[in-house]
Structures are given as C-alpha cells and as structure tokens.
C-alpha cells in the first residue's frame, strides 16, 4: 500500500531585524510567505491528501491553512515537527555579526559536529521521524502533509540517506515552502523527491 509523506516548510517570515527567531512565539509568514503558501495550496489541490500536521509555531500554522482548507481538512499540531533548539535565537548570527563575535558565545561553537549551539542533529532526525510515521499511519493508502522547519527536514533527509547529519547549512535542499515527499509501500521507504512549487530560495540567508 503506497503511503506518500510531504514535508513542507514554511513559507517566508516577517523578520525585519534579521535574527535567528528558532522557537519564539509570534513570527508570522511575510505577504511573499503568504502567497508561498498559497502555491503550495494551488501545487498539491490535485492531491488525495487526507490529513495536514504542522509544528505548532505561528509561521507552520499559517503556511498549513490554505492546503487544510482547499482540502477541507482540520490542521493537526505534532511538537516533533518543531523548529530545532538553538541558544542563539533572537539574536543574529550573521558571519561576521552580532552573537558570534561576542567570547561569550565561542563555548557554545566548539563541537559543530553535534552540534553545540543547540539540539543535537539525531535528536532532530528521531522526532521528525516519529512525526513522519505518526502522519504515514493517518494517511494510510493516501497522502499526509507536514509543515515544519528547514534544518529539521534536511536532517530527517539525510537520515533517511544515510549521510552524516552534520553538514554546511549552505549546502541545504530545502528552500521555502518546499516539498520533501517521502514515498513508502507499507513501512518502508521506497523514494525521496524533493520538489519546488514556489521557486528556489538561498539557503544562507538569516531569517528565512
């Protein structure tokens, strides 16, 4: 029985000051994130999708609110879809700005391999991956899609791969209100295919 997982993240973010916003409450999608969301909804309407999950945080909501609602779905909250841990947030991390020329911080960047500075890489994969099969089971036979965040997804992806989990954030496959489409017979995964509705994004800039 063919079971297809979507992993979206979230469209564009209203983050004027440019800082590493992680877990806070109250950022919202940007009027771009909004009409993201609205491609993706438009992208996937042709879709069996029986059930739409996101993180709880405001920006996941609200990119998860055109698909739920084109497809007459409620939204489901699922904390493993939650943006990664990270003691720098609400500052910015820019190369060369604000948090990271300050000594204080340099203890938290000794290990990237973990990394650190936040959640470990493994503690990521593992609850996403019990979001992904939590929402494979509710969608059984059909389609789930899942709102979540840029670093949890490429790390359930390259989990998923076999890769090492740590990596150069400039490397990532994961633009804006992309779609990382897991695709299992039963439990198990037969393909990973990453596609871009709402175009390509870079990967480095802060606060996307």
């Known amino acids: ?13 209203h983050n004027p000051e440019k ?5 806070l409450p109250n950022f919202r999608l940007s009027e771009r994130g909004q009409r993201q969301a609205l491609t993706v909804a438009e ?13 709880p945080l405001q920006r996941a909501q609200e990119t998860a609110a055109p698909i739920a609602g084109a497809h ?11 943006e990664a841990a990270n003691v720098f947030e609400g500052q910015r991390v820019a190369v060369g700005d604000g948090a990271l ?4 911080a340099w203890p938290h960047l000794v290990n990237p391999f973990k990394p650190s500075w ?13 979001a992904v099969h939590r929402a494979r089971v509710k969608a059984e036979g059909r389609e789930a899609l899942c709102v979540s965040h840029q670093l949890p997804i490429w790390t359930l992806r390259r989990f998923l791969e076999a890769k090492r989990l740590w ?31 709402a175009g ?9």
């Open 167 to 197: 990596h150069d954030p400039r490397q990532r496959q994961c633009s804006l209100a992309s779609l990382t489409s897991l695709v299992f017979d039963g439990e198990e995964l037969l393909e990973i295919v990453y596609s871009e509705p």
């Open 43 to 55: 992208a996937v309407a042709g879709h069996d999708l029986a059930y739409v999950v996101a993180s």
């Open 118 to 130: 936040g959640e470990p890489y493994v503690e990521i994969a593992h609850r996403m991956l019990g």
């Open 200 to 208: 390509t994004t870079d990967p480095k800039v802060t606060g996307a």
């Open 19 to 23: 800082i590493l916003y992680g877990r």
């Open 72 to 82: 007459r779905l409620d939204i489901a909250t699922d904390g493993g879809l939650i």
């Open 1 to 13: 029985m063919t079971t297809v997982v979507h992993m979206l993240r979230h469209g564009e973010v």
């Open 101 to 104: 020329r300050q000594p204080k």
